[in-house]
C-alpha cells in the first residue's frame, strides 16, 4: 500500500506536490502561478518571469503588489516579459531552484534559463532595470533600446537624444 503522501506518476511513485488550482482565468497583470502551473508559466514558457514568492499575510508582501502591478503593466507590451507570483503558503516551490526563506523572495527566470535571485530596491524603476539589464536580447530587439513607457527607439534615434 503507498503511503498518503504518493501517487502513481508514469508507472513510478512520486511524492505529493502541494499547489492551488490552476486559475480558470489569469487576466490581472500580474500572472498568478501555483505548484502545478510553475513549469508551463516559469520554466517552459520560454519567457523572461520576474516571479514573486509571497505569503497572504505578510505586511511587505502587501506593499509590493502594487508596485509589481505597476512593472507588469509597463511590460504588457513585451510579450517576452510576465511578472508574476507564487503563494509560497499554499503551493510546494522546487527548492533546488528556488530559495524560499522568507517573504517577499523575488526571482528572474531568463528566457534562457538562467535563475537571478533579486535584491535591489522596491521601486518600479529598479524592477524594470533589473528586468532590462538581465533579460536576453531577442533577435527583433538587437537594434532598439527600451524606453519605461514600453516604446522602442533604433540606436540611432536613441543616440540623437543622449547629443
Known amino acids: 500500500m503507498l503511503p498518503d503522501a504518493c501517487f502513481l506518476q508514469d508507472g513510478k511513485v512520486a511524492a505529493h506536490k502541494k499547489s492551488q488550482p490552476i486559475p480558470a482565468e489569469n487576466n490581472e497583470p500580474v500572472k498568478v502561478v501555483v505548484a502545478e502551473s510553475l513549469d ?4 517552459n514558457s520560454g519567457k523572461n518571469v520576474l516571479i514573486e514568492f509571497y505569503a497572504p499575510w505578510c505586511g511587505h508582501c ?20 510576465i511578472v508574476a507570483k507564487l503563494d509560497a503558503t499554499a503551493n510546494d516551490i522546487p527548492s533546488d531552484t528556488f530559495d524560499v526563506k522568507g517573504f517577499p523572495t523575488i526571482y528572474f527566470r531568463s528566457a534562457d534559463g538562467k535563475v537571478v535571485v533579486y ?4 521601486t518600479k524603476e529598479d524592477f524594470i532595470s533589473f528586468i532590462e539589464k538581465n533579460k536576453p536580447a531577442s533577435h527583433g530587439e538587437e537594434s532598439s533600446t527600451t ?3 514600453g ?7 536613441a543616440a540623437k537624444d543622449e547629443l
Do not use: Y
Not at 119 to 122: A, P, W
Not at 151 to 157: A, G, I, P
Open 40 to 43: 508551463d508559466m516559469v520554466f
Open 62 to 81: 502587501q506593499k509590493l503588489a502594487p508596485i509589481l502591478d505597476e512593472v507588469a503593466l509597463a511590460f504588457q507590451n513585451d510579450p517576452s516579459v
Open 119 to 122: 535584491e535591489g530596491s522596491r
Open 147 to 149: 524606453i519605461r513607457s
Open 151 to 157: 516604446e522602442h527607439k533604433t540606436e540611432e534615434s
